[in-house]
């Protein structure tokens, strides 16, 4: 049981440059999220999902899509990458109102 | 920002003594939840307290909750080199939405 899964670990982009970062989840959890953490900010809620199809902005969206065609799947997806966006990357889900799993993490840099 | 405090920022303690740290929050909310990262890791989830409880314990760990200060604490008892972490609160509101809040976190030391 993998739990919840985060491909890459780390990522380096030129700033413009687009790319997808990867979470997928074995558990059936109908509710996944995207994180990002910052220094002294903690984690910030970008996107989140109640169930394949449904999606909704969290705290700070902007620059970022997703989409969820499969339980399983949650995919981020930044259109345009800015310095900005360097950060530490989490996925995390769960089911009804237990705790949310996390991933490991995308280590993230924009030069 | 709609992120909830905690405090302390950072906590150095040595190994046995207890450790205590806050979380203070915004809105009203259905639960709210203590999470464990430790270095280049992901979250990991402690403890789950809901709005209408005061008080939950697990193991080493004591929660308690003021709805009407809207406010938590997280206490680690006889703590250990192991504890060595960063500690987050999370909410989830009472409206229902899945838009959790985390705190910034207290970075914790145990000194061995």
């Known amino acids: 049981n993998a739990g919840v899964t985060q491909t890459p670990k780390f990522q380096v982009l030129k700033t413009g440059q687009s790319m997808t970062l990867q979470c997928a989840q074995d558990?059936?959890?109908?509710?996944m999220s995207w994180y990002r953490q910052d220094p002294g900010m903690g984690l910030r809620l970008i996107h989140y999902?109640?169930?394949?199809?449904?999606?909704d902005q969290g705290e700070v969206p902007n620059g970022y899509n997703v989409s969820r065609s499969t339980t399983e799947d949650f995919p981020l997806r930044l259109l345009s990458a800015a310095p900005s966006q360097t950060s530490v990357y989490f996925c995390?889900?769960?089911?009804?109102?237990?705790?949310?799993?996390f991933g490991d993490g995308t280590r993230l840099s924009i030069l | 920002s709609q992120q909830g405090e905690e405090d302390p920022q950072a906590l150095s303690i040595q190994e046995g003594e207890n450790a205590t740290m806050n979380c203070s929050y915004k809105?009203?909310?259905?639960?709210l939840q203590w999470y464990r990262q430790n270095s280049g890791r992901g979250l990991v989830h402690l403890i789950l307290?809901?709005?209408?409880?005061r008080e939950k314990h697990s193991g080493r760990l004591r929660v308690t909750l003021d709805t009407s200060k809207k406010s938590s604490s997280l206490l680690i008892t006889a703590s250990r080199a192991a504890d060595t972490a960063s500690y987050f609160c999370?909410?989830?509101?009472?409206?229902?939405?899945?838009?959790?809040?985390f705190g910034t976190g207290t970075r914790l030391k145990v000194l061995a």
């Open positions: 995390a889900s769960s089911s009804g109102h237990q705790p949310q799993h």
């Open positions: 558990m059936n959890h109908e509710y």
């Open positions: 999902s109640v169930g394949a199809g449904i999606t």
């Open positions: 809105t009203s909310i259905n639960n």
């Open positions: 307290i809901r709005s209408n409880e």
């Open positions: 999370a909410t989830r509101p009472a409206s229902g939405t899945y838009k959790y809040i």
